[in-house]
């Protein structure tokens, strides 16, 4: 059985809320000199550090996309160490990287 996606459903029960939040989000990745590759990367060591492999597996291909490495993602995810201790790298650093390898 396929999860649904949050977001869509979120959009279809609750569509101001669901437009409240992606004006949210446009205005936040409009704002300040952090580029596309540096607010992805962010993303994912947040993410990560929370153990959200969905989310992390998201957004690697919009890192890449954006020019982010392979070894940028994994040192991303390899600095939540420091932060929040084993959780994201042993929920997500595999798929991670996985997803990254299998982007052409």
Same mark, same amino acid.
């Given at each position: 059985?396929?999860?649904? *996606?949050?977001?869509?459903? #979120?959009?279809?029960?609750?569509?101001?809320? @669901?437009?409240?939040?992606? =004006?949210?989000?446009? +205005?936040?990745?409009?704002?300040?000199?952090?580029? *596309?590759?540096?607010?992805? #990367?962010?993303?994912?060591?947040?993410?990560? @550090?929370?153990?959200?492999? =969905?989310?992390?597996? +998201?957004?690697?291909?919009?890192?890449?996309?954006?020019?982010?490495?392979?070894?940028?993602?994994?040192?991303?995810?390899?600095?939540?160490?420091?932060?929040?201790?084993?959780?994201?790298?042993?929920?997500?650093?595999?798929?991670?990287?996985?997803?990254?390898?299998?982007?052409?």
């Amino acid at each position: 059985m396929n999860a649904a *996606n949050p977001f869509m459903v #979120l959009k279809r029960e609750a569509p101001e809320v @669901s437009d409240a939040f992606g =004006s949210l989000l446009s +205005a936040i990745s409009e704002k300040g000199s952090l580029d *596309n590759k540096m607010r992805q #990367l962010i993303f994912i060591g947040i993410k990560s @550090s929370q153990g959200d492999i =969905s989310a992390v597996t +998201a957004h690697v291909p919009m890192a890449k996309q954006a020019g982010a490495t392979r070894d940028e993602i994994r040192d991303t995810i390899i600095m939540t160490l420091a932060i929040s201790g084993t959780q994201g790298v042993s929920s997500c650093l595999v798929p991670a990287i996985n997803c990254f390898d299998s982007l052409s």
